[in-house]
């Protein structure tokens, strides 16, 4: 994998951006009128980067039992130990940001992006030290960052329709692409287009696949990333003989 620890520093632009409303659409594509891309909106760790984050070992650092979202978790808590868990939590962040390496094809995903024209954003359940410092370190950079700081996090879909407002585009015009439920669940609540990035792991392995309206195996696959930003389209999924 590819990183980015001597590549020179990149503008980062880290941002609260007002809510635009509630508004949810839960059609699958083959349902909703397919609209030319005019803007891609990201996740960062598992879409376009590997910070092995262990979130199994920052539970269990934390004391929370099960499978319960950490960000669920802290929300509950009690002021002295959320604050305690939150510095965990950063702690592993921070770390997982000085690791970070691009996924392969990454760079030219987002510069075919750039070359349409399209617009970029970056919207991640991560802090705002935690994206600015492996955006610098990884040297990427989007039109908007959003955080955790800014609004409530994925699965909400609170940041795609603010940009979509501020870019004054319909959600059908976004590509948002994801490797987890989250992600998709955001998208497809928002009305945007959903591509589930698969990082090569079988499709129907990921939680919350069926919410995709396309898989990707990885931003290497340059045609298929180059059909989908420029609106043509790739079979809704990947074949099955591929086993994903």
């Known amino acids: 994998m590819r990183g980015g620890?001597?590549?020179p520093p990149a503008p980062v632009t880290v941002g609260p951006?007002?809510?635009?409303?509630?508004?949810?659409?839960?059609s699958p594509l083959s349902h909703r009128r397919r609209l030319p891309p005019?803007?891609?909106i990201c996740d960062l760790d598992g879409t376009l980067v590997d910070s092995r984050l262990d979130f199994q070992a920052i539970r269990a650092e934390m004391g929370i039992e099960g499978e319960t979202s950490v960000l669920a978790a802290l929300d509950r808590l009690e002021s002295t130990d959320a604050a305690r868990c939150r510095a965990i939590l950063d702690r592993h962040e921070l770390a997982?940001?000085?690791?970070?390496r691009l996924f392969p094809g990454v760079p030219d995903f987002l510069g075919a992006a750039a070359a349409l024209g399209l617009k970029s954003g970056l919207f991640t359940r991560n802090s705002r030290v935690a994206t600015?410092?492996?955006l610098r370190r990884c040297g990427l950079a989007f039109d908007r960052v959003l955080t955790r700081e800014d609004g409530p996090p994925k699965p909400d879909p609170w940041a795609i329709h603010a940009l979509c407002r501020e870019w004054e585009l319909r959600p059908e015009q976004v590509l948002v692409f994801g490797d987890f439920h989250y992600d998709?669940?955001?998208?497809?609540?928002?009305?945007?287009?959903?591509?589930?990035?698969?990082?090569d792991r079988p499709h129907t392995s990921v939680r919350g696949h069926e919410l995709a309206d396309f898989c990707l195996a990885s931003f290497a696959d340059h045609a298929r990333v180059s059909a989908l930003l420029r609106g043509l389209s790739p079979a809704p999924r990947l074949p099955a003989e591929n086993g994903r």
Do not use: F, H, I
């Not at 635009?20 to 839960?26: H, I, K, L, P, V």
């Not at 997982?96 to 970070?100: E, K, L, T």
């Not at 998709?184 to 990082?199: E, I, W």
């Open 132 to 134: 600015a410092t492996t």
């Open 17 to 26: 951006v007002a809510s635009a409303g509630d508004a949810r659409s839960t």
């Open 96 to 100: 997982g940001a000085m690791r970070a």
């Open 184 to 199: 998709l669940a955001a998208g497809r609540a928002a009305g945007a287009v959903t591509v589930l990035v698969c990082q």
């Open 5 to 7: 620890d001597d590549e």
């Open 38 to 40: 005019a803007a891609v």
